[in-house]
T-cell receptor, first 114, second 111 residues
Framework: ETGVTQTPRHLVMGMTNKKSLKCEQH?????MYWYKQSAKKPLELMFV???????ENNSVPSRFSPECPNSSHLFLHLHTLQPEDSALYLC?????????????FGSGTRLTVV | DQQVKQNSPSLSVQEGRISILNCDYT??????FLWYKKYPAEGPTFLIS?????DKNEDGRFTVFLNKSAKHLSLHIVPSQPGDSAVYFC??????????FGKGTHLIIQP
């Protein structure tokens, strides 16, 4: 048990569907992150939340919409995705944004867009 | 443009020998470096880190070396064990927002 739980573990969705990824941490951390891992590419930072405040990331398409209702929960809402959005989506948390602590990652959601 | 580069997609090492994983970076503003280990179907787990004010950090079988002038760091694992077979990610921090990761190196420990 890593302390960061992601659900679902696997998701297959059509391009017209709307779905949400969920992340929950029980570590008392106050910063949470969404990363995307595509094949043969580095982990890409998508969104950062610190103390439930979102740091804007203009390079992420608007079909990805994050939500952080409290410091323990983070969602990624998905709508009208493209096949190239198929990837492993990883959630992570840390004690504080930007400090010298290793992030704790969840196991990820393997997303396939068909 | 990749700011953190791991140029070896895979590395095969015999059990008991030393494994050396390399990482290069381009951003001189990075001030903290981390190594993560990832098994299939699991998220990355933190392994070891080093601040830019140091050139070496050791933790058991794992040692990270940092050469700031060359913008290069390496992870040494000795002796290598079968359980070390995994993908290793190098990551760097250069500001307040998240870490920048390399593509990873798949380490295979052969018996």
């Amino acid at each position: 048990e890593t302390g960061v739980t992601q659900t679902p573990r696997h998701l297959v969705m059509g391009m017209t569907n709307k779905k949400s990824l969920k992340c929950e941490q029980h570590l008392g951390h106050n910063a949470m992150y969404w990363y995307k891992q595509s094949a043969k590419k580095p982990l890409e930072l998508m969104f950062v939340y610190s103390l439930e405040e979102r740091v804007e990331n203009n390079s992420v398409p608007s079909r990805f919409s994050p939500e952080c209702p409290n410091s323990s929960h983070l969602f990624l809402h998905l709508h009208t995705l493209q096949p190239e959005d198929s990837a492993l989506y990883l959630c992570a948390s840390s004690q504080e944004r930007g400090l010298d602590y290793g992030y704790t990652f969840g196991s990820g959601t393997r997303l396939t867009v068909v | 443009d990749q700011q953190v580069k791991q140029n070896s997609p895979s590395l095969s090492v015999q059990e008991g020998r030393i494994s050396i994983l390399n990482c290069d970076y381009t951003n001189s503003m990075f001030d903290y470096f981390l190594w993560y280990k990832k098994y299939p179907a699991e998220g990355p787990t933190f392994l070891i880190s080093i601040s830019s004010i140091k050139d070496k950090n050791e933790d058991g079988r794992f040692t990270v070396f940092l050469n700031k002038s060359a913008k290069h760091l390496s992870l040494h694992i000795v002796p290598s064990q079968p359980g070390d077979s995994a993908v290793y990610f190098c990551a760097a921090r250069g500001g307040a927002d998240g870490l920048t990761f390399g593509k990873g190196t798949h380490l295979i420990i052969q018996p």
